[in-house]
């Protein structure tokens, strides 16, 4: 069958999600379609009243019963919910893929499926993690048990909506909050559809509420709504920033920031080329490097480093160009026209640095906002190519002599997300995952399995705390601790 869809036949689903129905509001920003760059529609933008008519939906629904109902049930609804995800991912896929970057047929089996998967994980818990038995004196009893927080207040960005809403909900509902989520403006629709999904499941109208709008209006007053107990928010390290300041001046209230990155992949001389070309190129070609954990910057020891060019920049082409809504596409656009201008200028400036180029360096020549996958070398050490999280299919290589040097060099004054690590010797490769300043270390691979137990977050100002593995679900309650005299 094949996947491929009209983008203007479609039907929208457009407006806020609250107490469990859609709420038509009038469009204000401008939307546009990252394939073929044409302008489709106008996302709605909140304002604190609406905001606030969703924080009350979220509590009410919170205390009626599902943060203090037998645990067991939520399990039950989260499945249902899975399920009838699943069920809907040709519909899903079709929103997704309208007006984000990702390829319509990469959805149904990636996105959308492991995205019900994680639902599932998190269900799981709701029966299984609780609170503690303290070893205090014989006298008394001690012991820590754990409550939700009420009303959690999530926001996400565009680069993978459905698996952002996903990582969001998942821990948040299982552990027996309501969640108020404002996904991003440029790719609300799969967000907004998931919302109504929950219903359909039998999670009761208002545990998931969506509204729409931008980061200064409609983010600001879900960071600084008093009666949001929580924020989960993935993004910019700069809009984490922003969101801290306005929780400081609004009132505390505990943050779980997933943010940007700029990470290493250090390639050893012992390592298997071919296996490491591989996962490297593989890395930023996904989602056109428009990921947080791309691993843009290759440190690669001066024995092996031109051969390893020569494989990089052999697999460095874009393979299956097209509109993401053509179920033979498989390489992304750039989601606007002003982030491939970005692109673009980092890349220029790195060449009127002296960068040599070795692969792409372009936009592509057809319609929408292409840009070829590139390979940058020789640049200087404070080049904004290597600095700056590009948000794009750009890879940078630089030499190292000696381990230690491979180690200053994956040092990034700013992020610590992920590092990649390839060589052959084991020792080696521990010593270096122990040195190196990352939340997350790869070693002869890149990038996520399926394995949802393992937590993500970053070090330094790459996050706050972690997404998805047990910490997540912890994370998504507040601990009191009680002490009892026998
Ligand atoms: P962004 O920070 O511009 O926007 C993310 C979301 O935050 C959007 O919904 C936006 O409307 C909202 N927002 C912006 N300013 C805000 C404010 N002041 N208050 C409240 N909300 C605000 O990021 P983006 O361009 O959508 O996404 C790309 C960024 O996300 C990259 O930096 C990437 O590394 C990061 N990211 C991180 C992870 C992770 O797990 N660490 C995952 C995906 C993306």
Redesign the pocket.
Known sequence: MSLSFDPDRLTLPLGHVIDGTLVPAAGALAMHRPSDGAGYAACPVADAEMVDRAVQSGRRAQAAGWGGAVPRDRTRALHRWADLIEADAPHLAQLEALSSTRPVAQLGPGDIAVTAEQIRFFAEMADKEGGDLAPTRDASLGMTVTEPYGVVGA??????PIS?AG?KLGPALAAGNAVVL??????PFSTIRLALLAVQAGIPAGLVNVVL????V???A??GHPDIAKVS????????Q??MA?VARTGMKPMT?????KSPQIVFADADLDLAAEAIARSIIFNAG?????GSRVIADRRIIDALAQKLAARLVPTGVGPTWDGASAYSPI?SER?LQRIDGIVSDAVAQGAQVLAGGRRLDRAGWFYAPTLLTDLPPDSPALLQ?I?GPVLTLQGFDDEDQAMALSDHPTYG?CAGIFTRDLSRAMRAMRRVRAGTVWINRYGRSRDHILP???YGQ??IGK?LGREAYRASRQQKTVLIDI
């Open positions: 926001i996400t960005p565009w680069n993978f952002m990582w404002k996904p991003s403006e440029m790719t709008g931008d980061g200064p409609t983010g600001n879900i960071t928010f993935t993004g910019s390290t700069g809009a984490g922003a969101i306005n920031l997933e943010l940007g990155g428009q990921a947080c954990v791309a989601i982030q999280e948000f997300l993500t977050g970053g790459s996050g997404d």
